[in-house]
């Protein structure tokens, strides 16, 4: 069975510091990796995926992950926090066993602080 | 222009009553997907058409009947509603099922049973 986990609920940080959500996927098949983003009462916006490419995937707003199949994890980073990052964040896997499903994880909440 | 498009966004009903929600996309894929976003953010998805044919139906309450007229359009049809059935239903396309392709979400449908 595919499965996600975001092993953070919520994550803290002051403007212009580090990012990190943490996310690690459990998969029999291949994997597709997806970070998703929902700011308040909006949908959900694509901020970067790997499909068997590079590992380093570089997205939107200045995100990137790394995606590591040894440690199946597929972390999302970006360097400085803006106020505008405050929002929450989704792991999505997809596998070749079962490509017309997403499988998302519980979600990470970021906060920026001033 | 927006790619994923669904009507209503707020919809407050009572229980017992009959409700649809709509949905179309303008970016020519060929497959379709109702998600549903419970209270804690949790998304799973519902069904997935691909070029209008069932593709997969994820357990959901008979109660649900989606109807795609054409390629463009994925609308769900809630009958009898109950107050569970209160969450944010999203629509979302894909180009096909293929395990790169991205999925793009609408806005979501925000559902309140009273």
């Known amino acids: 069975a595919q499965s996600v986990t975001q092993l953070d609920s919520h994550v803290s940080v002051s403007e212009g510091t580090p990012v990190l959500l943490r996310c690690n996927y459990s998969?029999?098949?291949?994997?597709?990796l997806f970070w998703y983003v929902q700011h308040p009462n909006k949908g959900l916006q694509l901020l970067l995926k790997y499909t068997s490419a590079a590992t380093l995937v570089k997205g939107i707003n200045g995100f990137e992950a790394e995606f590591k199949k040894s440690e199946t994890s597929f972390h999302l980073t970006k360097p400085s926090a803006h106020m505008s990052d405050a929002a929450e964040y989704f792991c999505?896997?997809?596998?070749?066993?079962?490509?017309?499903?997403?499988?998302f994880g519980t979600g990470t909440r970021l906060q920026v602080f001033p | 222009d927006t790619a994923v498009s669904q009507t209503p966004k707020y919809l407050v009903t009572q229980m017992g009553n009959d409700k649809s929600i709509k949905c179309e996309q303008n970016l020519g894929h060929d497959t379709m997907y109702w998600y549903k976003q419970d209270s804690k953010k949790f998304l799973k998805i519902m069904f997935s058409?691909?070029?209008?044919?069932?593709?997969i139906n994820e357990t959901v309450p008979n109660r649900f009947s989606p109807k795609s007229p054409d390629k463009a359009h994925l609308n769900l049809h809630i009958n009898s509603l109950e107050l569970g059935d209160s969450a944010v239903y999203f629509c979302?396309?894909?180009?096909?099922?293929?395990?790169?392709?991205?999925?793009?979400f609408g806005e979501g449908s925000w559902l309140t049973v009273v």
């Open positions: 058409y691909n070029n209008k044919e069932l593709i």
């Open positions: 998969s029999s098949y291949s994997p597709s």
């Open positions: 979302a396309s894909s180009l096909d099922p293929g395990i790169g392709n991205t999925i793009y």
């Open positions: 999505v896997v997809r596998t070749s066993y079962n490509t017309d499903k997403l499988i």
